[in-house]
């Protein structure tokens, strides 16, 4: 006798679904029937888009502020109250406040490093390497692109922002495909604060941007010079990207959804006019021609201030607050915002998964440097759109952010949730090894 299920839906003579598929199964025909009448529950998301806060925003200058703490954890930022009751945000979240009921909140996110490329790693794939810092799980665009069966002329996982992730340590190792090779990694695409789009991999056609791709003969000996390029011998990173690329500008809509100079100055401005936010609309954008996976990288780097490079990452060791001030608060409450009310006002939000998360948080307390250091313990996410339940805060830290107080939510858990909303449920997973024995994020759907 085998059990399926734990569902109870009780019949007019008191006999639940689950005790009748008990039963029935021990009668070959009726039990075949029943199950191959069984349908999978339907995918909630059509569309993810992650905001990858890369470096480690601090959960307690942002949206689990500390107001009763010393001085020494809570900062110098006040705290403003949202549109519900007895949930506050860092003042540096003014819009985000005024639209929390229309995403979530979770409060008890934990890693199990403090290395951003080891944590890193594991955040965006949801488990740690087999031998240290490699061999790790294709990160979850990479599954739902080797899954996706859709529209041939768009990768259906695409990475926006400035570059590969790196730090200072060297690459993240989970950036896209990890043990199933680079044919599953990202399709890059670069988005300035202008009006840039920028595809590396047709670089090789000096001076190439989308804009200048509609002439129709034009484009034809663009692309017979890419037909005798790949002819040539070249690395196999460089092909896969090559042919992504040939498909992508064959394509009349594909390069229609990158052609972000096509906006409206309005709508534009309503995200910023930095690359966080115009990366934001390009997402959205990318949503509309029905891509299934995208990752808006904040920064290509972590750090935001290292040697003489400034990249503006979360990496806040020095000038946390400065920066939180001046540069990282008001840009993410203005884009995120911009995002989740352009999603709402196309008719999009319910059908797009929005996720906004680092790979930890940071220090409860202020260091010597007046900044705060990693911490892998304790951090936030953000969560809206498809599936998803909206105006609550799951999880809940102590008196200082240090640890969460029940239920921690690991990446396995982050990662089964983002991937079950796109339809991707546990029978898939298994089939390809992927998230062993994750759980949802039960209180969000």
């Known amino acids: 006798m085998f059990q399926v299920g734990s569902f109870k839906a009780g019949g007019c003579g008191g006999t639940s679904r689950r005790a009748f598929l008990q039963a029935s199964l021990g009668i070959p025909l009726l039990g075949q029937s029943l199950l191959a009448a069984e349908k999978r529950p339907a995918a909630k998301a059509r569309s993810v888009i992650l905001l990858w806060l890369w470096g480690g925003p601090s959960h307690l200058d942002t949206f689990d502020p500390k107001p009763t703490a010393p001085s020494t954890v809570r900062g110098p930022f006040a705290t403003i109250q949202t549109r519900i009751p007895g949930i506050h945000f860092s003042e540096l979240f003014p819009r985000l406040a005024a639209r929390n009921d229309r995403f979530s909140l979770v409060r008890s996110n934990v890693n199990i490093s403090n290395a951003h490329h080891i944590a890193g790693s594991i955040a965006l794939c949801g488990s740690p390497g087999r031998g240290g810092d490699k061999d790790y799980q294709p990160n979850f665009g990479s599954i739902v692109q080797r899954l996706d069966k859709g529209r041939q002329d768009l990768p259906a996982f695409i990475a926006v922002g ?41 670089k090789l056609l000096e001076g190439q941007t989308i804009s200048r791709l509609s002439d129709r003969s034009h484009l034809q000996r663009e692309l017979e010079g890419i037909n005798r390029l790949q002819n040539q011998q070249r690395p196999r990173q460089w092909t896969i990207d090559l042919q992504r690329a040939f498909r992508l500008v064959a394509s009349k809509e594909g390069r229609h959804a990158f052609d972000i100079s096509s906006e409206d100055e309005q709508t534009r401005g309503r995200y910023g006019r930095t690359q966080f936010g115009q990366s934001c609309l390009l997402a959205r954008r990318l949503v509309e021609a029905e891509v299934p996976y995208i990752q808006v990288n904040w920064s290509e780097y972590v750090e935001n201030i290292y040697d003489n490079r400034t990249d503006f990452g979360w990496d806040t060791h020095w000038l946390n607050f400065e920066n939180m001030a001046d540069r990282h608060g008001p840009i993410l409450d203005r884009s995120l915002s911009a995002l989740l009310d352009d999603l709402a006002e196309r008719g999009l939000l319910d059908s797009t998964l929005v996720v906004a998360m680092g790979e930890f948080g940071r220090t409860p307390s202020i260091s010597a440097k007046g900044g705060r250091d990693h911490w892998e313990r304790c951090y936030f996410s953000i969560w809206a759109g498809a599936g998803i339940q909206p105006g609550i805060v799951v999880g809940e830290s102590d008196s200082q952010g240090n640890d969460p107080l029940a239920d921690p939510i690991t990446p396995t858990t982050v990662g089964t949730t983002i991937l079950d909303q796109l339809g991707i449920h546990s029978e898939q997973r298994a089939s390809l090894r992927v998230l062993p024995g994750g759980k949802l994020i039960e209180p969000l759907l």
């Open 162 to 202: 400035p570059g590969h992730l790196n730090t200072a340590a060297g690459d993240i190792e989970a950036y896209g495909g990890g043990i199933w090779g680079p044919a599953y990694d990202p399709f890059p695409v670069r988005c300035s604060e202008i009006d840039n789009v920028e595809l590396p991999s047709l």
